[in-house]
Nanobody, 123 residues
Framework: QVQVVESGGGLVQAGESLRLSCATS????????MGWYRQAPGKQRELVAR???????NYADSVKGRFTISRDNAKNTVYLQMNSLKPEDTAVYYC?????????????????WGQGTQVTVSS
């Protein structure tokens, strides 16, 4: 079994910062892409940022220059440093990981999602 657990959300004022963490655990053999998505009320879930195991990153245009994604491969953990937060960043943030794991006697590669963490930015 693979677990994906986010932490670090909360309520902040515009211009402040937050750091999200996402820890993965279980019978993990390799983690390829790790990413953060968000979903605001009434909107579709969207990609915020992602990072490949080699370190290559992608960001949504709306967060470029403000958010930084990083990962600690030794800890199977991904982070999202969010600076200069805006009210429009308010959403539930979800961690996603493309993981190769070992279960029931075989290797399996699948996408895993965390339960989400709420980020609220007041104006």
């Amino acid at each position: 079994q693979v677990q994906v657990v986010e932490s670090g959300g909360g309520l902040v004022q515009a211009g402040e910062s937050l750091r999200l963490s996402c820890a993965t655990s279980g019978s993990i053999l390799a983690i390829y892409v790790m990413g953060w998505y968000r979903q605001a009320p009434g909107k579709q879930r969207e990609l915020v940022a992602r990072i490949r195991n080699g370190g290559t990153t992608n960001y949504a245009d709306s967060v470029k220059g403000r958010f930084t994604i990083s990962r600690d491969n030794a800890k199977n953990t991904v982070y999202l440093q969010m600076n200069s937060l805006k009210p429009e960043d308010t959403a539930v943030y979800y961690c996603n990981a493309d993981i190769l794991s070992f279960a029931l006697g075989k290797n399996r590669r699948s996408d895993y999602w965390g339960q989400g963490t709420q980020v609220t930015v007041s104006s």
